[in-house]
C-alpha cells in the first residue's frame, strides 16, 4: 500500500469533500510560474478544442485568505491553459482542490496573495 506524504496538499487531495470539477473563469486563474510550452503540442490543443474535444481537467488549488476571499492557482496543465488562453475562452474545466493558505505561501513565499 502507498501512503502519501503527510502534507496539507496529499490531505486535501485525498478528501472528496475538498475537491470537485467545474468550469473556472479564465480570468481568476493565477498562474505565477512562466511556463515551458511545447508550441506544437498548444497548436494541437487548440485544434482538438474547435473539433470539441474534451481534456483531462487543470487542477486548481483554491485556497481563502483571512477574509474570505478566493484565490485560484494553477501549477500545471500549461498546454491546456495556453490552448484554452489563445483560443479566447472564458473558462476551463477544472478540478478544485482546496488547499490551505499556509500551502500557497509556501509555493509562493512573500508574493502570496493569502
Not at 37 to 52: I, N, P, Q, S, T
Not at 79 to 104: G, Q
Request: charged residues 30%.
Amino acid at each position: 500500500m502507498t501512503t502519501l506524504p503527510n502534507t496539507s496538499v496529499f490531505q486535501a487531495s485525498e478528501r472528496s469533500d475538498n475537491v470537485h470539477d467545474e468550469e473556472v473563469p479564465m480570468r481568476v486563474i493565477n498562474r505565477p510560474f512562466p511556463p515551458e510550452l511545447d508550441e506544437a503540442k498548444v497548436e494541437r490543443f487548440m485544434r482538438d478544442y474547435e473539433e470539441g474535444d474534451t481534456f483531462t481537467p487543470i487542477e486548481i488549488w483554491r485556497a481563502r485568505n483571512a477574509q474570505g476571499q478566493s484565490f485560484y492557482f494553477s501549477f500545471g496543465g500549461c498546454h491546456r491553459y495556453e490552448a484554452a488562453k489563445r483560443l479566447k475562452r472564458e473558462t476551463i474545466r477544472s478540478r478544485i482542490v482546496d488547499v490551505p493558505s499556509t500551502t500557497i505561501r509556501a509555493h509562493l513565499g512573500t508574493s502570496s496573495p493569502v
